[in-house]
């Protein structure tokens, strides 16, 4: 079996999507307090400047929105790759939390990338 090698620019695309995680249960306890509220059909977006020079996000998906864990797992894990791209290019400091609803999990794979980017475009400044 042959051995994946990274490339420096593999690296370095990777350390950078390292930085876009929200992850400290502080700070995203602090964003639901006070950040604004964004909702669409698909998604509810919790968003508050950060003092970054580079967004973070996280996708918190609830048993109410899928009872198994693979449901819940694989709408978390297409949001944030639907999302990871689009925030990656962007410079804007802010943290969001992204809410899947239970709708998101019936979308198909472009449908999903289309709204991610409508909702990216209402909260970051272009």
Not at 52 to 58: A, G, Q
């Amino acid at each position: 079996m042959a051995h994946c090698r990274l490339t420096p620019v593999d690296v370095l695309l990777l350390v950078r999507f390292r930085d876009l995680r929200l992850a400290r249960s502080a700070d995203i306890s602090r964003v639901f307090r006070s950040g604004q509220r964004l909702q669409t059909p698909f998604f509810r977006v919790i968003y508050q400047p950060n003092g970054l020079s580079h967004p973070r996000f996280c996708v918190p998906v609830s048993r109410k929105v899928s009872r198994r864990a693979v449901g819940r797992n694989r709408i978390r894990r297409r949001t944030r790759e639907a999302l990871r791209p689009l925030l990656a290019s962007s410079s804007c400091g802010v943290d969001l939390v992204v809410l899947p609803t239970r709708s998101v999990a019936e979308l198909a794979w472009p449908e999903v990338i289309k709204h991610c980017r409508l909702l990216v475009e209402r909260i970051l400044p272009s």
